[in-house]
């Protein structure tokens, strides 16, 4: 069955380029009306362009409809304004992807926690302040669909990349949260770790890999995870055409005979046993477990 976004209103932020580009065009494409966001910073976040601009052009040269916004995902009076226009012109916001990101990598010893702060503040905080915009909204008309862009880094850890780690896997239980208090509304929010040959990664893939890696290759995922049958709480690996699921898993765990920290090493073999390992849906599933394991089952 095609996969449609006709009636639909959606806004991708850091839309301007690279993979929230890739995002907006398919699904623009596929009918939506799309707010191409980006105030077209540089790598690490400074500066400002026209992106957003250039990539609503291009839409509406193809037939689609966009409007840009050139807001910061980190400033709430912005991305109200932003939502405020959108439903003004296009009668509500149906779908968020909360794509925006910086980068300021460098090892733990030699990182300022000024540029902690500022990747955590554009990922996580920017990300929270877009949804903040649109979660009203979304409960009033009972429809929306939330992505937000985890990454390896944040689910598996990645050298140099401490604050945006801290950020990306912030973002997986932001989502993995809103998934439940959404769920009443028919809210689904969920969350991608997307690969894909971007300014942002322009230094780790060699030129072989770049017609691979495509972003418009994870765009299948994405638009996925946003439309009307999307699963909730899901987090998926998208890169190459490739489609992963990331699960965070609880192992059966051990009830110690004697609550010492000497036991918890004698029973490391035990604890870590994957088998009969599970995906807990809440935190609260593992409080359950704990019971389970203290009656003996
Ligand atoms: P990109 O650098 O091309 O795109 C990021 C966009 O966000 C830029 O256009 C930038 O101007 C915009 N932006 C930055 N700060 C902003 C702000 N405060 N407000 C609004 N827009 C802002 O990089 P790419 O690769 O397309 O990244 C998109 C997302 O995917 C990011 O969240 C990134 O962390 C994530 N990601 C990308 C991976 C990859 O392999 N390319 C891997 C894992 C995650």
Redo the contacts with the bound molecule.
Sequence with gaps: MTISFEGRVAIV??????????YALELARRGARVVV???????D?TGH?D?ALEVVAEIEAAGGQAMAD??????PGQMEAMVARATHAWGGVHILI??????RDKSFAKMEIEDFRAVI???LV?SAICTKAVWAGMQAQNYGRVLM??????LYGNFGQSN?AAA?LGLAGFARTLALEGARANIRVNT??????????ED??PPEMLGL?R?DL?APAALYLVSEDAPTGAILGA?AGVVQAANITLTRGVKLDEATPEAVAANWAAITDREGEIVPQSGAEQAMTILQRLQGN
């Design positions: 932020t850091g839309a301007g380029g690279g993979l929230g580009r890739a966001n980006d105030l077209g910073a540089g790598r976040g362009s992106a050139g807001g910061s995902v980190t400033d909360n794509n925006a990101g910086i980068l503040d554009v990922h920017g862009t985890a990454s390896s880094t944040g945006y990306k991608i770790a997307p690969t894909a040959a971007t300014r942002m990664t780790i893939f890696f972003p994870v890169g």
